[in-house]
């Protein structure tokens, strides 16, 4: 039995957030469900004030969890707002400037990612996990067949960490499989009438039967 297999963990992307209480009641539901090491928030747009306020409504009752706030926005909301990182989708500058802000305090992770040569870019520039399979800028998504590619390929090579983002239940065994190191449920657990909580728990038991399978080889 090999037991030093490591096992995949969860990532929650919230769609657009302008009501930070109503999701935090929505995230503790969610933790309920199963391991979430971290959380991705997104934030609907308003000015910088608005936005830092939302990420000091949040921070406190997700950390408290023992999961990692990720903010999508600039290094300096996050910092402010008290998150433990923030994700960019602006490239090499963007995580330069980041990094420079931020030191070695907070998480940078980067998403947008086209392909190779951006994920390898972004890798050697020092991030601490890559994206891939996010919506796009327009709201749409990549074939789920480019995205298991690209988060095997990474899972293998790569000693980053990599993030599978998942777009509907039914995909989450094959992003499993990949090896990526966490798989993020995106907007559709937080879809009005779901249930995030079981929705969670279906993701974390189907990570548990996966690590069983791999640690008995």
């Avoid at 929505?26 to 000015?47: E, H, K, N, S, Y």
């Avoid at 390898?120 to 749409?140: H, L, Q, T």
């Avoid at 074939?143 to 993030?163: D, G, K, N, Q, Y």
């Avoid at 990570?207 to 640690?215: D, F, G, K, L, P």
């Amino acid at each position: 039995m090999n037991t030093s297999v490591p096992r995949t963990r969860l990532m929650l992307v919230t769609p657009p957030v302008s009501d930070a209480g109503a999701l935090s009641f929505r995230l503790m539901q969610a933790f309920a469900g199963g391991d979430v090491a971290a959380v991705l928030l997104r934030l609907a747009p308003g000015d910088e004030r608005s936005l830092t306020e939302r990420v000091k409504a949040l921070a406190p009752p997700v950390q408290a969890q023992n999961v990692a706030l990720v903010v999508e926005a600039s290094a300096q909301i996050a910092s402010r707002g008290g998150a433990d990182g923030v994700h960019l989708t602006a490239g090499i500058e963007a995580i330069a400037e980041a990094r420079s802000s931020l030191k070695q305090e907070r998480i940078i992770g980067a998403g947008g990612l086209r392909s190779r040569h951006d994920a390898m870019d972004v890798g050697e520039a020092g991030v601490d996990y890559v994206m891939f399979g996010e919506p796009r800028p327009d709201g749409s998504l990549p074939p789920l067949a480019a995205v298991i590619e690209r988060a095997a390929w990474w899972a293998e090579i790569f000693e980053t960490p990599c993030i599978a983002y998942c777009p509907d239940a039914k995909s989450v065994p094959a992003l499993i499989e990949t090896g990526a190191e966490f798989v993020a449920l995106g907007e559709w657990v937080f879809a009005e009438g779901a249930d995030i909580r079981t929705a969670v728990a279906a993701a974390d038991a189907a990570i548990t039967a996966q690590h069983a399978r791999r640690t008995a080889r």
